[in-house]
Nanobody, 122 residues
Framework: QVQLVESGGGLVQAGGSLRLSCAASGRTFSDYNMGWFRQAPGKEREFVAQISWSGHSTYYGDSVKGRFTISRDNTKNTVYLQMNSLKTEDTALYYC???????????????WGQGTQVTVSS
């Protein structure tokens, strides 16, 4: 089992920045690819970003490329999502997820956090 706890969400104005964190406990964190997904009310869950177990490879959804950066610190069992130039359409509940073969597909992840709310005002 892997337990994931997200933090860092909040209310920010359009154009601002937030940094989300996801702390993991349980099994060996560095075994897992990590992903961030988001879900807005009435919409399907959307892939945001993925980082490989080593941190050497990252992958982003088209809507966040160039604005968001995913990173991880395996010594702290934590994955981060730096979000810059936020837009109102970034408003959603943001989830982190862990999967041995995690990629851009939600079904490839085995463990999920409870989510942290990000609200971007105009």
């Amino acid at each position: 089992q892997v337990q994931l706890v997200e933090s860092g969400g909040g209310l920010v104005q359009a154009g601002g920045s937030l940094r989300l964190s996801c702390a993991a406990s349980g099994r060996t964190f560095s075994d897992y690819n990590m992903g961030w997904f988001r879900q807005a009310p009435g919409k399907e869950r959307e892939f945001v970003a993925q980082i490989s177990w080593s941190g050497h490879s990252t992958y982003y959804g088209d809507s966040v490329k160039g604005r968001f950066t995913i990173s991880r610190d395996n010594t702290k069992n934590t994955v981060y999502l730096q979000m810059n130039s936020l837009k109102t359409e970034d408003t959603a509940l943001y989830y982190c997820a862990a999967g041995l073969n995690g990629n851009n597909l939600a079904r490839r992840y085995d463990y999920w956090g409870q989510g942290t709310q990000v609200t971007v005002s105009s």
